[in-house]
């Protein structure tokens, strides 16, 4: 069965520092997000991007945060300078050629925990 | 009102039982609606959706009242495999490919 990748699993970084998330989206989608989920919290929106550009982004997804499609598979959020508030388990996701409006299904990936200490 | 209020449980029911939750929600021009289901420190799948006739797969029953702004699930026969925190979803706006979580619910099934 077709499945969201994402590496790293678990990355710990220092605050200040740049760190990029990677994605690999179900081959046939064209539609790609970025979730985070605080330990204990919900699922937030950060981004969604189809046709090589943003289409929405929430509060969260400030000058910080960029996203890139690099090439034909991967996606990739990059955060720029952490903050201890970064820490929290990052969701790619993807959605089909309809972009899940009507079916709400987004394909998730397992996650990047990201720990700033 | 916030966007989307759920009972943070959690639910211990055991194995056999019925359960049922609700979730309410703000916006009265959400038109689509979701069960998600997130296992412990995993990431969330789709479980159904609600339709306004209301969804029924197996053993899962959805429902919508828009009157009153709540959908509802209902679990019958819980199986220890359901044990796990159950999302409310929906869109944020219309035409939005925007998700609005809800914290979840959880649920706990007890041999």
Known sequence: EPEVTQTPSHQVTQMGQEVILRC????NHLYFYWY??????KVEFLVSFYNNEISEKSEIFDDQFSVERPDGSNFTLKIRSTKLEDSAMYFCASSEPSGGLNTGELFFGEGSRLTVL | RKEVEQDPGPFNVPEGATVA???????????????????CRKEPKLLMSVY????????????????????SLLIRDSKLSDSATYLCVFPSGAGSYQLTFGKGTKLSVIP
């Open chain 1, 36 to 41: 985070r989920q605080i330990l204990g919290q």
């Open chain 2, 21 to 39: 939750f609700n979730c309410t929600y703000s916006n009265s021009a959400s038109q689509s609606f979701f069960w998600y289901r997130q296992d």
């Open chain 1, 24 to 27: 690999v989206p179900i081959s």
């Open chain 2, 52 to 71: 306004s006739s209301g969804n029924e797969d197996g053993r899962f029953t959805a429902q919508l009242n828009r009157a009153s702004q709540y959908i």
